[in-house]
């Protein structure tokens, strides 16, 4: 079974511009979340989907938006780039959400300049 | 407000010794414990998890305790091998998607 696939893996990107980034999971996976990471910060949460529905936030700008497809494909974007906004984005995904662990693809590297 | 932290940033260990990794958090409404390993390039996989009725699990060479009263999650690897190498992030949730992440802990086992 193929794993949770992002891309594009690196990005450059100056400030102001902004960004989409793709997410497909696991076959049969409908939970789709996203996670920012950043030296010294860890994984922060940016959001949660199931089912094409937002059902979790994190603590994150207007600036970062996601939405998930039919197919359980899912996209962020950020606009308005910040040069704060340079981190590894983490895609996971697991069949239903809850307790279940996360199978995390292997990210994509924004950098803003 | 940093509900989790592993105050460790890196730690080394002998090959074949025992490695110890510490998480502390506030939130007491934290129900389910992960642990997650990462290697450079690469995303986090899951390692081991428990439920706050346990306050133990084993699987293989990995062992995870949790001591509620003191809000401490360990890991405990033994033996160490030098694939083991990598860092590790503690993770915690209460029965919803999200999950808060600790800020990890290099291992480095030297052979």
């Known amino acids: 079974k193929a794993g949770v696939t992002q891309t594009p893996r690196y990005l450059i990107k100056t400030r102001g511009q902004q960004v989409t980034l793709s997410c497909s999971p696991i076959?049969?996976?409908?939970?789709v979340s996203w996670y920012q990471q950043t030296p010294g910060q860890g994984l922060q949460f940016l959001f949660e989907?199931?089912?094409?529905?937002?059902?979790n936030k994190g603590n994150f700008p207007g600036r970062f938006s996601g939405r998930q497809f039919s197919n359980s494909r899912s996209e962020m974007n950020v606009s308005t780039l910040e040069l704060g906004d340079s981190a590894l984005y983490l895609c996971?995904?697991?069949?239903?959400?809850?307790?279940?662990?996360?199978?995390f693809g292997n990210g994509t590297r924004l950098t803003v300049t | 407000d940093q509900q989790v932290k592993q105050n460790s940033p890196s730690l080394s260990v002998q090959e074949g010794r025992i490695s110890i990794l510490n998480c502390d958090y506030t939130?007491?409404?934290?129900?389910?414990f992960l642990w997650y390993k990462k290697y450079p390039a690469e995303g986090p996989t899951f390692l081991i998890s428990?439920?706050?009725?346990?306050d133990k699990n084993e699987d293989g060479r990995f062992t995870v305790f949790l001591n509620k009263s003191a809000k401490h999650l360990s890991l405990h690897i033994v033996p160490s091998q030098p694939g083991d190498s990598a860092v590790y992030f503690c993770?915690?949730?209460?029965?919803?998607?999200?999950?808060?992440f600790g800020t990890g802990t290099r291992l480095t086992i030297i052979p």
């Open positions: 996971a995904s697991n069949y239903e959400g809850g307790n279940s662990p996360l199978h």
């Open positions: 076959s049969g996976h409908r939970s």
């Open positions: 989907y199931f089912s094409e529905t937002q059902r």
């Open positions: 939130n007491s409404m934290f129900d389910y």
């Open positions: 428990i439920s706050s009725i346990k």
């Open positions: 993770a915690f949730n209460f029965g919803n998607e999200k999950l808060t």
